[in-house]
């Protein structure tokens, strides 16, 4: 297993994400396979796993409780478990104080090594920041009292929401977790959260390192290209691989849910093969190959911004448009459009055109906007 140093301590590359453990269910969540995920711990924590990540809200509130229950059986000195303050729900935001001392009976604990603001992102950023809900403040006396070892943040917003939190908290983040693969390095910009973090001199913890899957196969042709670079390396270890390849990363979790893949993930750990400039530029050009095609090519010119008579951020909307369909759902587009004025949402659309007619790529826009509609209902 290939450690990383991180402040006194030595962590495992590889973190035990736990938002996808094994489950019984045919569909959902729960409830959880014990037994299995029992398995599971016990192999990581044989083979070199020592970090350990939940939250709140896996597995409907189920993971902290499982996987509390499961590290009991260890040496508490022998693992790092991490969890997560809830303020993706604002509802939550008054919560602290109730929320932290649940998350300790729930997992057992005495204290938290690594505890962190859950997905800081546009709509609750003003939430985390009002100071009337002291969330900050109670989280820095857990810390004092030895109940939180480390602090820290994950983040899905954009890049100018990072940078509010970091401008109004930085000075008191360990670690920040953010969303990190050779494909959002330049879909998401994650590049540019990379470089922001270098400033402020945070380490990097990463999440979806393979994209919730999509990274692990590719096309015939791709994976072809990869395998003539190199020829005894699995599909999913090219994305390990990058990730190893970046300094700054410390910590990369994996959400594993079967036996196979913690095997196949810890067996790619045994050693560090960071990529060199040409399969950089080869995984690259396969990330650009895959969203060819898929997604709108806006080029944030903003021409069509100064034409739009409801003053919409059309290249911020198409931006998320693009990350919606391509994924096929999820949660980071509807949740960053519900932050947005209801004069602001793809729905205001007027469908004039007038962004069209300006627009240098000759997107059909307006056509955009009515399918975003669309899909988030």
């Not at 997905?119 to 109670?138: F, S, T």
């Not at 940078?163 to 390095?185: P, S, T, V, W």
């Not at 004025?341 to 205001?348: C, G, I, L, Q, T």
Request: proline share 5%; aromatic share 12%; hydrophobic share 35%.
């Amino acid at each position: 297993m290939i450690y990383k140093n991180f402040k006194d301590l030595k962590l495992s590359s590889l973190g035990f994400g736990t938002m996808r453990l094994p489950t019984k269910g045919q569909n959902g969540d729960t409830p959880i396979d014990e037994e299995e995920t029992a398995k599971m711990v016990d192999y990581a924590i044989k083979n070199g796993v020592n970090y350990f990540d939940t939250a709140y809200g896996y597995h409907n509130g189920e993971s902290e409780k499982v996987i509390g229950k499961i590290l009991n059986n260890y040496p508490r000195d022998s693992y790092y478990l991490a969890t997560k303050f809830p303020g993706y729900d604002l509802s939550n935001m008054d919560k602290v104080e109730q929320i932290f001392e649940e998350q300790l009976q729930k997992t057992g604990k005495e204290y938290f090594d690594f505890y962190l603001f859950h997905n800081v992102y546009e709509k609750n950023i003003d939430p985390y920041l009002d100071e009337k809900y002291g969330i900050l403040n109670y989280l820095l006396k857990q810390k004092e009292n030895g109940r939180i070892k480390h602090l820290g943040f994950s983040v899905h917003g954009s890049y100018n929401v990072m940078k509010r939190f970091l401008d109004a908290y930085g000075k008191h983040m360990e670690f920040c977790q953010i969303q990190l693969n050779y494909l959002d390095y330049k879909f998401q910009d994650a590049k540019s959260k990379i470089e922001l973090l270098k400033e402020w001199n945070i380490p990097i913890w990463v999440m979806e390192p393979l994209r919730g899957g999509k990274l692990a196969k590719l096309q015939e042709n791709q994976e072809a290209k990869l395998k003539q670079l190199r020829p005894e390396e699995e599909t999913p270890a090219w994305a390990f691989r990058f990730l190893q390849s970046i300094p700054e990363v410390t910590m990369i979790l994996s959400g594993m849910s079967s036996m196979k893949q913690m095997q196949d993930n810890i067996k790619t750990f045994e050693e560090s093969k960071p990529l060199n400039e040409a399969e950089t530029k080869t995984i690259l050009g396969i990330a650009d190959e895959m969203l060819k095609g898929n997604i709108l090519p806006c080029t944030a010119c903003r021409y069509c911004t100064a034409h739009c008579p409801k003053g919409l951020n059309i290249p911020e909307l198409l931006s998320l448009y693009n990350e919606h369909t391509f994924t096929g759902g999820g949660f980071i587009a509807p949740m960053a459009i519900s932050a947005l004025p209801e004069d602001k949402r793809p729905s205001a659309c007027l469908g004039c055109k007038r962004c069209e007619a300006v627009c240098p790529q000759q997107l059909k826009i307006s056509e955009a906007m009515k399918d975003f509609s669309k899909i988030l209902g």
